[in-house]
């Protein structure tokens, strides 16, 4: 709709160009201030499918079978291995939040079915043991459920690891403050301060700040829900990019998305949920019309 765009990046014009001069390359290249390149593992080009990581390279660290909880899903299987990004795919009420929460723990127990976390039996019944199993979740809803909007951003980076950083009964603030700086540097976050209250940043550097929170407690197994909602293009590139160098680095994701080109760019496989069941996966070689087919088709 628009005939010109103009990009800004850290508060300054970088870029005014008409629409037809700009391709998705050069408008990310303005936003982020450097290329993406062949190695960064993501292709930005528009074709509709990428170099996949061959999925089942690492160990397999969770098992489920037949997970239920009434009204929301049932007799929901599957397995993620180390080094892998599975996708969950359905329109909302799928069950696919539904789902991502119960395996947290978010929502009391399951009702049926089991899990196996790294060989053992796992039965989570609150978000605290899912994190002591070495689980997080970004929620889909980051301002009501990931973040405390008025504490400083680097109170948010180390909220589940604060008893971790003590000297005695005090904060241990050197350690602290190496840690917020380490973790704001990883994920490129952009802020005053990290004193500054997390509620003024943007909403990709919040949902950064949210990434940040949880690999802090090193997690082997990252459940995402919807974790480029509300970003700008070069903050998703951003995203996209650290996703896959955390699955490179032996991370097991797991990544809720309405956008079936990220599906189909960022993921190993794609699980299609309708009606709180499993319908469908799409493996190996798969496009966006191909996660898109198999979201809307009737089953």
């Not at 982020?32 to 996949?52: F, M, N, P, Y």
């Not at 990931?146 to 604060?162: A, E, M």
Request: with cysteine; proline share 3%; aromatic share 4%.
């Amino acid at each position: 709709m628009a005939s010109r765009v103009t990009v800004l990046r850290d508060g300054q014009v970088v870029a005014v160009r008409a629409v037809d001069e700009l391709d998705r390359r050069t408008l990310v290249h303005h936003m982020l201030g450097r290329e993406i390149t062949a190695g960064d593992k993501v292709r930005l080009e528009d074709s509709s499918t990428h170099g996949r990581q061959s999925a089942g390279k690492g160990e397999e660290i969770m098992v489920v079978r037949g997970l239920g909880r009434r009204g929301k899903f049932e007799d929901v299987s599957f397995s993620l291995r180390r080094g892998e990004i599975l996708g969950i795919a359905g329109l909302v009420g799928s069950g696919r939040t539904e789902l991502a929460r119960a395996i947290f723990g978010a929502d009391g127990s399951v009702k049926t079915g089991s899990i196996k976390m790294k060989g053992r039996d796992y039965a989570p019944s609150n978000p605290r043991a899912a994190v002591a199993s070495g689980l997080a979740l970004l929620p889909e809803d980051r301002k009501q459920q990931g973040l405390v909007l008025v504490r400083p951003v680097s109170d948010n980076v180390l909220l589940p690891v604060t008893a971790t950083f003590t000297r005695g009964p005090f904060l241990d603030h050197r350690r602290r403050k190496q840690q917020v700086s380490s973790m704001t540097t990883r994920l490129n976050i952009k802020s005053a301060s990290p004193a500054v209250q997390v509620g003024t940043l943007s909403g990709g550097n919040q949902q950064k700040v949210v990434l940040a929170k949880w690999l802090s407690a090193s997690p082997d197994i990252l459940i995402l829900d919807q974790p480029t909602a509300g970003v700008d293009v070069g903050t998703k590139e951003e995203i996209y990019l650290f996703l896959r160098q955390l699955a490179a680095a032996g991370r097991a994701l797991i990544m809720i998305s309405d956008d079936p080109e990220e599906l189909s760019r960022v993921c190993d496989r794609v699980m299609v949920m309708q009606r709180g069941r499993v319908v469908r996966e799409l493996d190996g070689d798969f496009a966006v019309s191909d996660v898109l087919t198999a979201v809307t088709g009737d089953y």
